[in-house]
């Protein structure tokens, strides 16, 4: 059944015949939003985890008003500006050792599509046949046909299934089953002879906030280096501080031949994305031969305006005091985890630097478990910006939250379930 829509936007990830109102917003500031009708709302998932620093952080926002009374947009092709050259530039002092170019474009999918056609297009330049790429089980890596294609398959792309290329996985590490995933990606690697494995260091974010150790992540690395396949480490959620390092991969000594950052690279003001990648892949390409080119962009690759923001982030993790922030929120959230340690109501506390994961003991579990939008519903009117994986709790705020407002979140978690329930 459909119910009359208000307004012509069709949302992402909404099921507008269950959900036929939106909450308009007007203001964001730190770690809160403002509705409309006045309600102050706590951004629990740093508005679908992009927001690090906080809502319009004063740095970032002068930054971009700066730059869009100088330079707004320029084709990247043949011309540089100021802003790109310092965000690349920063990014190479900050990122693992290896890492020496930088591509620009504007979104996590986006880093994604170009590591990929990073990858193959190393393989066909020096002429080796390398193709097939390998997956984690239950990974996300966006909503493009490729960034799906090295995803989970199921509900979320189910209908282009078609369009969808064939990928070799390999198994979650889940507790006690880390050798059984090394050993696949070994296997993996001796057989299919794969260009590339993709990989989202530490947690898995959309499938549903799964942990696994570092040393694994440092294990599988060591495999793909041993058999010659690219090592593309998705960053997009695990970068800037969400896992308590400013990457991921810093836990784990890995350095990856190519890396995704997107969501936190402005602080979560303007959509920008980048994928590094280390020399040997950009040598592959470089020559007087025009058919190894590159041969991929987008009307706003490098944008002066969202770099100037990106550029001020940048200038902002440099501050020493920005890492010790982080510190307080993850020690905040384990702090407020523990009230459901022994709650029956609850399974796999978990918890990786800022972020904390908890699921609910669901009769369907998975994404489209009733719970999901029932909780959401419960949430917002605690105004608390919430929004559950399914049975799958989780918290991810921007860090500028304060012990007060977590304390707040986790009493609406619990007020939630016992509703829900
Ligand atoms: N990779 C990962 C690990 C992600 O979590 C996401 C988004 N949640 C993406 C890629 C896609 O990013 P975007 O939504 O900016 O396209």
């Not at 102050?40 to 992009?50: E, G, K, L, P, Q």
């Amino acid at each position: 059944m459909t119910r009359q829509a208000t307004s012509p936007i069709w949302h992402p990830f909404t099921q507008h015949a269950l959900q036929p109102e939106m909450l308009p917003i007007v203001r964001g500031e730190g770690a809160y939003l403002y509705a409309a009708d006045g309600r102050r709302i706590i951004d629990a998932i740093a508005s679908w985890w992009v927001v690090t620093h906080g809502h319009c952080h004063p740095a970032i926002v002068q930054a971009i008003q700066a730059q869009a009374e100088r330079l707004d947009q320029l084709i990247f092709a043949g011309h540089t500006h100021e802003p790109a050259e310092q965000v690349a530039a920063g990014l190479l002092e900050l990122t693992p050792p290896g890492l020496a170019h930088v591509f620009f474009s504007d979104s996590g999918a986006t880093s994604v599509e170009v590591a990929l056609k990073m990858a193959l297009g190393y393989f066909k330049n020096i002429g080796e046949p390398r193709t097939r790429i390998v997956v984690m089980q239950h990974s996300y890596h966006g909503d493009t046909i490729g960034a799906m294609s090295v995803g989970a398959r199921g509900v979320f792309n189910a209908a282009y299934e078609p369009l969808l290329f064939d990928v070799s996985v390999v198994p979650f590490p889940a507790e006690g089953q880390e050798q059984a995933t090394l050993d696949a990606l070994a296997e993996i690697c001796r057989r299919d002879r794969p260009a590339a494995f993709i990989v989202e260091p530490l947690v898995l974010g959309a499938g549903g906030m799964l942990i696994y150790p570092a040393a694994v992540l440092r294990e599988m690395h060591r495999i793909c280096q041993a058999f010659g396949v690219l090592f593309i480490a998705d960053e997009v959620m695990t970068g800037w501080g969400r896992t308590g390092t400013l990457f991921a991969c810093e836990q784990a000594d890995v350095a990856p031949d190519i890396a995704c950052y997107a969501k936190g690279l402005t602080g979560g003001a303007l959509p920008l994305a980048v994928t590094l990648c280390n020399h040997a892949i950009f040598e592959a390409h470089c020559s007087i031969d025009r058919t190894r080119t590159f041969f991929h962009s987008s009307s706003y690759t490098a944008n002066p305006i969202a770099c100037a923001a990106a550029s001020a982030n940048l200038a902002l993790w440099r501050r020493p005091e920005v890492r010790a922030q982080i510190a307080g929120v993850a020690d905040a959230q384990e702090r407020c985890l523990a009230r459901f340690r022994y709650d029956e109501r609850f399974s796999d506390l978990r918890r990786c630097g800022t972020i904390t994961a908890l699921d609910l003991h669901a009769d369907e579990p998975g994404y489209l478990a009733d719970v999901g939008p029932k909780l959401q519903a419960f949430f917002r009117t605690g105004n608390v910006l919430l929004r559950p994986l399914g049975h799958t709790i989780y918290v991810m705020p921007p860090y500028c939250v304060t012990s007060d407002d977590l304390d707040v979140i986790y009493a609406a978690i619990d007020e939630a379930v016992d509703h829900v329930l």
